[in-house]
């Protein structure tokens, strides 16, 4: 069955590290971009960045640009995100979740499915 | 970029109906997606699109579109209904996409 799955997670000190991984499986990976998005403790979603089908476009929020990195390697079915200079605010589940889109009428939709079951990361010192 | 706004939380009797409303200047250009989250778990998708509703889904939920303004029915509520629910879309200028803060559905 078409699936994702995190791993990576974990506790780690303001101003460190850390990479997350996420592998799919049962879809034509290289077909879809994929997104990563966040859940801080008691909070809503936020989305965090994507990147497309060949890895060349990547677009993050404000509040991580500059310090995250999505890539990817096609071969392995697998999205990676890079975390750097972690900061308490970046302690959430992470998902990562299949892009797909479509258009009806002329106006187009976007949407995540499926999603992982998330990896928690905690920034604490 | 912009927003996509959401009543925090709403209520619902057993069986009625109850909708759901996202609004966001976004919305003006792009559909929303619906997602469907209980405590504990990953979102999962309910509505996407014009008004379509993945494999598994019950026909008791239904989306709408108006002007800036998405909804989401479901249309007899039920006691496994009672989840938090996010819309998202892409946002109107920018490649960021957005969600919603979120609406705490509760059954009575």
């Known amino acids: 069955q078409v699936q994702l799955v995190e791993s990576g997670g974990g506790v780690v000190q303001p101003g460190r590290s850390l990479r997350l991984s996420c592998a799919a499986s049962?879809?034509?990976?290289?077909?879809?971009?994929i997104h990563w998005v966040r859940q801080a403790p008691g909070k809503g979603l936020e989305w965090v960045s994507v990147?497309?089908?060949?890895?060349?476009?990547?677009y993050y929020a404000d509040s991580v640009k500059g310090r995250f990195t999505m890539s990817r390697d096609n071969s392995q079915n697998t999205v990676y995100l890079q975390m750097n200079s972690l900061r308490t605010e970046d302690t959430a589940v992470y998902y990562c979740?299949?892009?797909?889109?479509?258009?009806?009428?002329?106006?187009?939709?976007?949407?995540?499915?499926?999603w992982g079951q998330g990896t928690l990361v905690t920034v604490s010192s | 970029s912009s927003e996509l706004t959401q009543d925090p939380a709403v209520s619902v009797a057993l069986g009625q109906t109850v909708r759901i409303t996202c609004q966001g200047d976004?919305?003006?250009?792009?559909?929303a997606g619906w997602y469907q989250q209980k405590p504990g778990q990953a979102p999962v998708l309910v509505i996407y699109?014009?008004?379509n509703r993945p494999s598994g889904i019950p026909d008791r939920f239904s989306g709408s579109n108006s002007g800036n303004t998405a909804s989401l029915t479901i249309t007899g509520a039920q006691a496994e209904d009672e989840a938090d629910y996010y819309c998202?879309?892409?946002?109107?200028?920018?490649?960021?996409?957005?969600f919603g803060g979120g609406t705490k559905l509760t059954v009575l």
């Open positions: 998202n879309s892409r946002d109107r200028s920018d490649n960021v996409w957005l």
């Open positions: 699109g014009k008004n």
């Open positions: 979740a299949r892009d797909q889109s479509s258009c009806s009428g002329g106006t187009c939709g976007w949407w995540f499915d499926p």
């Open positions: 976004s919305l003006r250009k792009f559909y």
């Open positions: 049962g879809f034509t990976f290289s077909y879809h971009f």
């Open positions: 990147i497309s089908k060949d890895g060349v476009n990547k």
